[in-house]
């Protein structure tokens, strides 16, 4: 019996010893490409595009190939919830693609690796001048470039006109400051039954909301600096909203997805960071009675910018044709086409000159105005949450920070006073 | 002689191959990252102990842990008790009875997605269980399930407990079905009443499918993540987040591989412990050797 069970175990060793031989660590990065007449396969990995564009980026490939006769697109796309997965275990594994894109954030996490191409050398001057100033700097880390920026979107502020109308308030006035934001939110559920705030705390925007009402988040070294009176300010105010029981619970727990929910379903009157298209698919009714602002600010008068970019992952063997691929995707051209499937801006600010993005049409629809708002909004507006190391622990820390102040289970003071220990600690690390 | 003896362990080896390169060998991985300090980029580094000693001064571990040891407590028993009624009250030879077998296995079958969607939807403040929760006069106020630290755990335990019923009762029935139908014709006999058979006869030769629904859904309840991860994202403020979750969050968001390995083998050796306990006490009931 001992003998058997010795064979039994012998063979599950061999089999082990076999996986471990066949699992190769090596990861071997070169990063030039040799030859121009050489036949090179580029992986392109997009973020979640099909089927809506699919067309558009096999155009693109297809010109890009019919430019390059030796160059072959192998395209990908992947759902956002998988990427940053997927492109981890490829990396970990010596087959990441050779452009991907990603956003600054977790394109941020591979930089603080060393796992990014920098961009400031891959690129001429002339070209990188191409692009808007603040989405360039949107993928810096360490005064290093890990991206070329793609498409953008700033905040804008969508109002129920309806329910503006119900409650006595009037739509073409919306609220501009979280001051006022939360005097309608007051009148809206006085006169209503339904709310008028719905702030979401998603991701990066608990640090958002305290940029935008004039709290810096960091020192020079990377320390906490909001642990000041305006900081507890802004703690106190999301814990009275919530107390109040003027933004739905969800506003706490939810995500963007959450809060587009609440308004195309006519329970909440505004909000930031709403999905435009899906409202208007979903709930046509509430779509045509939406009137588009400015996004809602705070003492700082800032405007919130998000970036979608390509990377070439370091490990590419051909990084020159994929930053070449990436110019010619973020070409005025292309970025101009682009722009005009969906409420997005491009990066190019040649593509942003355009009248599309600077003469509303008459009688626009809400999409329409959206675009237009939120091209207006650019020039001033930024990334306001920088990548930074271990910014997804930084965010969790923030988010639990606000999330005990408003749950009741700590007071203003002392969650923020938590939270910049917290923050501290995971910087020291 | 000897290649009798050899033939039976030939045809083991494909399964040992499949075990090896499944199992094994990413469990011996596992053990080796919980070691290091890996970030799945860059070399793992070799720290020893390091990472489990950090495990241990992490609250937030605890509180996991805790979440997951509760959500055991609650959701078990009722996976093992509940299926075995259902079991025997759709093991009657009646008409119309596949349709309620279906019925009760339709949650089985439905994406947990699908369910965590319909399931927020039921939960809401404006949801349908306020809803009815109000027009019976039970509560006043809505309650927000989700959105509330002192029951968020509760109502994903109780989609667990939802979508898990009608496959132990799948169980539970294939059970049913090889008990001999004399032994309650003897009971009949000798003027056992319903609930005395089912006492005496039913309950007693099912022992051994208790033990694998017990085993089953207590290694389910351990690795529970998709309905979290639908439903509450952990939240609100970590009061719904599991061990597994936990580990998901440290190896994928936080990058921090060899820590969630860490917390990977600690889930491993709570659930060896756990099957093991299952084994000896349901064992020796189900008289299984």
């Known amino acids: 019996m001992k003998r058997n069970q010795l064979i039994f175990f012998m063979f599950l060793i061999a089999a082990m010893v076999f996986l471990a031989a066949c699992n190769d660590d090596s990861t071997e990065t070169s990063g030039s490409d040799s030859g121009e007449d050489e036949e090179i396969t580029l992986e392109f990995w997009t973020m979640q595009l099909q089927p809506t564009f699919t067309d558009y980026i096999n155009g693109m490939i297809d010109d890009f190939e019919a430019d390059n006769p030796n160059i072959t697109i192998n395209w990908l796309d992947v759902p956002a919830g998988d990427l940053e997965q997927k492109i981890l275990a490829d990396v970990s594994a010596g087959n990441a693609p050779d452009l991907v894109n990603l956003n600054p954030s977790f394109g941020g996490s591979l930089a603080e690796l060393d796992a990014t191409v920098n961009m400031d050398e891959a690129l001429s001057d002339e070209e990188i001048d191409r692009y808007v100033e603040g989405a360039w700097e949107a993928s810096q880390l360490d005064g290093e470039t890990f991206g070329i920026p793609w498409y953008l979107d700033t905040a804008v502020t969508l109002n129920n006109a309806d329910i503006y109308e119900e409650a006595g308030l009037d739509p073409s006035q919306p609220p501009e400051t979280y001051e006022e934001a939360k005097e309608y939110a007051e009148i809206i559920s006085e006169e209503t039954d339904k709310y008028g705030y719905f702030p979401s705390l998603d991701l990066s925007l608990p640090l958002q909301h305290m940029e935008l009402m004039g709290v810096p988040l960091t020192n020079e070294d990377g320390t906490a600096a909001f642990n000041t009176p305006d900081g507890v300010e802004v703690f106190e105010y999301f814990t009275e909203l919530y107390e109040n029981n003027l933004i739905p619970a969800e506003s706490l727990t939810g995500d963007q997805r959450e809060g587009t929910n609440f308004y195309q379903s006519g329970q909440v009157a505004f909000g930031v960071n709403f999905f435009i298209a899906e409202i208007e698919e979903n709930a046509p009714d509430i779509y045509d009675s939406t009137v588009p602002s400015v996004a809602i600010t705070g003492d700082s008068g800032k405007k919130t910018m998000s970036v979608q970019n390509l990377v070439v992952p370091e490990q590419s063997e051909h990084q020159e044709a994929a930053v070449d691929f990436g110019l010619f995707i973020t070409s005025a051209e292309n970025q101009l086409e682009f722009a005009q499937l969906t409420p997005i801006l491009p990066s190019s600010t040649e593509a942003l000159e355009d009248p599309y993005f600077t003469d509303p049409p008459e009688d626009a629809d809400p999409l329409e105005l959206v675009r237009i708002t939120s091209a207006e909004q650019l020039p001033d507006a930024e990334l306001l949450v920088p990548p930074m190391d271990n910014l997804n622990e930084l965010q969790t820390v923030m988010y639990d920070g606000f999330s005990k102040a408003m749950l009741g289970e700590l007071s203003p003071e002392e969650a923020l006073a938590e939270t910049e220990e917290k923050w501290n600690e995971i910087v020291a690390e | 002689m000897k290649r009798q003896k050899l033939t039976p362990y030939l045809f083991l080896i494909p399964g040992c191959i499949i075990l090896g390169a499944f199992i094994f060998y990413p469990m011996l991985q596992a ?78 079958v439905t994406s947990l997605v699908v369910a965590g ?173």
Not at chain 2, 198 to 225: D, E, G
């Open chain 2, 31 to 108: 053990i080796w990252l919980s070691l290091t300090e890996f970030n799945m980029i860059e070399d793992a580094t070799f720290i020893g102990l390091e990472n489990y000693e950090n495990l241990l001064q992490d609250d937030l571990f605890w509180q996991t842990l805790m979440n997951t040891f509760i959500y055991l407590i609650g959701v078990v028993p009722a996976l093992v008790i509940i299926p075995i009624f259902l079991a025997v009250l759709v093991n009657q030879n009646i008409k119309g009875i596949s349709f309620f077998r279906s019925a009760f296995f339709i949650p089985v």
């Open chain 2, 117 to 289: 969607i319909a399931w927020d939807w039921v939960y809401k403040e404006h949801g349908l269980l306020n809803y009815a929760l109000e027009v019976v006069g039970i509560i006043t106020e809505p309650i927000g399930w989700l959105t509330s630290t002192s029951t968020a755990l509760f109502a994903v335990m109780v989609v667990t407990v939802w979508k898990g019923l009608g496959y132990y009762m799948i169980i539970y029935l294939a059970g049913l079905q090889s008990i001999p139908s004399d032994l309650y014709e003897a009971a009949k006999i000798d003027g056992a009443n319903w609930w005395q058979q089912v006492t005496r006869i039913t309950i007693p030769m099912l022992m051994p499918f208790v033990l694998v629904v017990s085993i089953m859904s207590s290694i389910s309840a351990m690795k529970v993540f998709e309905e979290i991860y639908v439903m509450t994202g952990g939240g609100p403020l970590h009061s719904s987040e599991t061990l597994v979750f936990y580990i998901y969050t440290e190896a994928f968001s936080n990058l921090n591989m060899g820590y969630a390995s860490a917390a990977g083998v600690i889930l491993f050796i709570f659930t060896l412990i756990l099957s093991i306990i299952n084994l000896k006490v349901m064992g020796k009931k189900g008289n299984i050797r």
